[in-house]
């Protein structure tokens, strides 16, 4: 078969670099980053992440082949700062953003173990009977 193993779409092999960063001399303050083994799901976040940034003026991504499982992504900033610190403070920002949606729907599944847990009690109180 031509299929690769499915662990082949997000193992690192020996040897990888999981994101290699090139500059990019068409356009000042340019760079493309490979991301070995990811797709459109981290691509688009990233990328979406920083255009929101103040001192990116560009960025976006690409899928080469939906078989070959890398992204390039490519960020044009303004001079303050590089490419480089934009995308590790994007990824920083993801994570404490993604950080807090744990902590949210931790104290949401607690409040509704919480509820049922209360909702089954009182149909224990009421032994069958209906609430008057």
Known sequence: MNAPDRFELFLLGDGEKKITETVFTGMSNTSDFLLLKEDHTLGNLLAERLKGHDNVLMAGYKIGHPNVPEVLIRVQTDGTITPRDALIQACEDLVFLYHQLKQEFQKELALR??????SQTNANNNNGQGDF
């Open 113 to 118: 173990h919480l509820a049922d847990a209360g």
